[in-house]
């Protein structure tokens, strides 16, 4: 069973690289979709615990909400509360900014695949391959020489 293989720990961590991933990704849609299924799971599993809900320092349609406050091992993560949660959480107030979250040395294609992993789902192929990995060509042997090469290899 995949719930054993990871630690609650490494699932915080995973969890945390994705969703600080998430906040400056250009789509995050997908980031933030694995962070949901796994939040899920993790409550599911009991290896989550809702802590309570927190007012939201981003307020909507300038009205004030909250946010359920969920912890997993030594990570915290807000995320938005249903109904039920609203009626049976109690409510802790503004954010406590004297909490963050410890620093982990996880890269975010380990974090994905540790989530993937988890949620037993295999990782989505990128069809496209970033720069980096594309091998570069080489311009053609015209474009590499200077306009004036040919002049000058003419004159002598």
């Known amino acids: 069973m995949n719930e054993q293989k990871y630690k609650r720990n490494e699932l915080g961590q995973a969890l945390f690289i994705v969703n600080r991933h998430a906040k400056t990704a250009p789509d995050p849609s997908k980031l ?8 899920d799971k993790l409550l599911k599993d009991g290896l989550a615990q809702k802590m309570g809900l927190h007012f939201s320092n981003n ?46 040395a996880v890269s975010l294609s380990k974090a994905k695949r540790i989530l993937h992993d988890y949620l037993n789902k295999s ?3 990128n069809h496209s391959s970033p720069k980096s990995h594309q091998k570069r060509q080489k311009p053609a042997a015209s474009q590499t020489l200077s306009p004036f090469y040919h002049k000058r290899k003419q004159q002598y």
């Open 32 to 39: 933030y979709e694995l962070k949901k299924q796994a939040m």
């Open 123 to 125: 990782e989505p192929k």
């Open 59 to 104: 307020p909507k349609y300038s009205r004030q909400h909250s946010v359920l406050l969920v912890n997993i091992d030594q990570y915290y993560f807000h995320i938005p509360p249903s109904k039920e949660d609203m009626k049976q959480l109690t409510h802790l107030g503004t954010l406590d900014y004297q909490y963050s979250n410890p620093k982990p």
